[in-house]
């Protein structure tokens, strides 16, 4: 409640005129626009949410590859209303050429693929510009490793794109306050392994992988930080030998997240496993472990975690 009164409070802030043409920087582009888009298409569940928060669901023709992978909670299935869902999963250039969209908000692995049907590139010809969202740019170019700076950075630009600066300054501010308050977990840093999905090998985030940060600003440590990928699959043999402290469920599609943890605790396997051995698991849901307006509260849920696996 508090943060649906506080984003109301954010939409009804006066917005400063911005001038257009207005150009940002999208991973290794810069895409300029002539004006704000009319019929915004966003891809996933957290780059909607994204939309959402900024007050751009007037500015959208639909969104799309959500219900083929995740569920609609009460919050968001709220939030969007009657904006329609254009494809389950990701769409195809036939689909948002048919929904007339003027721009498409979404990133590698969210939505697009290197090489595929739908990028930026075999875009432009039609005229919908691209917005890639900043944690994936690790699958076109070099970035740093990730941070909520990747957030802030997409919601600042998107306040650009849309004319509403002021939201989006706003946003962050919010945002910024709510992590500084933040308890603190001590003086240790708990190591924490990322189990998205898979048992014959887990699929799980690396060093360019929004958990990273999220675990950073809770206080503990991802023991693949050092892993230059983004989301990725490796062995089980690398997770024992890391031995992780607590264990981080993506709570997301047909595997709950109470049938991932019982694969670990019933596993012989991992019956040397810090976290196994002492019950430590902590679950988000998808939309608070990608990028997104859940990573504030996401921070607090895990920081909870961390203290409890401390005491």
Known sequence: MIRRILSLAILALPTTAQAFPVTVQSCDRQVTFAEPPRRA?????????????????????????????????????????????????????????????????????????????????????FGIPVYELSESCIHVMEKPKASFEDLFNDARNLGKIFGVPDRAEALIESWRKDLAAQPATGATRPRVFVYDSGEDAPFTAGRYAMPTALIEAAGGVNILEDFAKSW???????????????????????????????????????????AVREDNFVTLDYVAATPGPRNIEAVGILAEAFARAGE
Do not use: H
Request: proline share 5%.
């Open 41 to 125: 298409v966003s891809n996933d569940v957290n780059l909607t949410e994204l939309m959402l928060a900024l007050g751009l669901r007037d500015r959208m023709a639909g969104y799309t590859g959500i219900s083929g992978w995740k569920t609609l909670d009460e919050r968001l299935r709220a939030d969007i209303q009657q904006l329609p869902e254009l494809s389950p999963r990701y769409p195809g250039r036939e689909v948002l050429l048919g929904a007339d969209a003027d721009f498409y908000f979404a990133g590698w692995n969210y939505g697009m693929n290197v090489g595929g049907e739908v990028t930026p590139d075999t875009l432009a010809p």
């Open 232 to 274: 990725a699959t490796i062995g089980w043999e690398e997770v024992i030998a890391r031995d992780p402290e607590v264990i981080l469920i993506v709570d997301y599609g047909e595997v709950t997240a109470e049938q991932k943890r019982d694969f670990m605790v019933s596993n012989p396997a991992f019956a040397t496993v810090t």
